[in-house]
C-alpha cells in the first residue's frame, strides 16, 4: 500500500466495504489520522450513516468536514500527513447541487490528488454498473462520477475493486 507520498483509490458499490477497508488501510500507518468527510446531513438516514462512520473511528482521529472544500482540506495538511477522503461521488454530488462547474472541479481535484504529500486514501462509488438511470440529472451524476474516477484511478499508485467486503487489487 501507499508509502509516504503515495495515492490509493478504493472503488465500489454501495456497501461493498469500501469505507471500512479504507479505514483498515490508514490506520496500519502511525497515527494521527485525518478523516476528510464530504457528507451532508440533509435528512436522519444521512445523520445515522455518517453516525455509524464515525463510530467505528477511535483516538487518534482527526475529523474535516469538506463537502465543497476538498481541495482546499487537502492542500493544508502537513507534509507526510496520512488522510482518507470519502467520498469523492458524495463530494461531486453536492458539486453538482450547488450548481457549480463540475468539470472545473474535477480537474482542480485531481490537480491536487496528483501530488499527494503523504499517504492519502481515496475512497469513491462505482455507480456505472447498473442500469441507465431514467432521469438526466441522474445520468449526468453517473456520467461525471465515471469520469472523475477514470481520471482518479489514473493518476493513483493504487487502485483497490471492493466488491462484497473484499478487496480486489486493479493497480
Known sequence: MPDRGKLAFIIGGARSGKSAHAETLLTALPPPWVYIATAQAYDDEMRERIALHRSRRGQGWTTIDAPLDLCEALEALPEGQPVLVDCLT????????????????????????????????VVSNEVGQGIVPDNALARRFRDDAGRLNQQVAAIADTVLLMVAGLPLKVK
Open 90 to 121: 458524495l463530494w461531486l454530488t453536492n458539486h453538482m447541487l450547488a450548481d457549480h462547474d463540475v468539470t472545473a472541479q474535477c480537474r482542480r481535484l485531481t490537480d491536487v490528488l496528483s501530488r499527494p504529500r503523504g499517504s492519502w486514501f
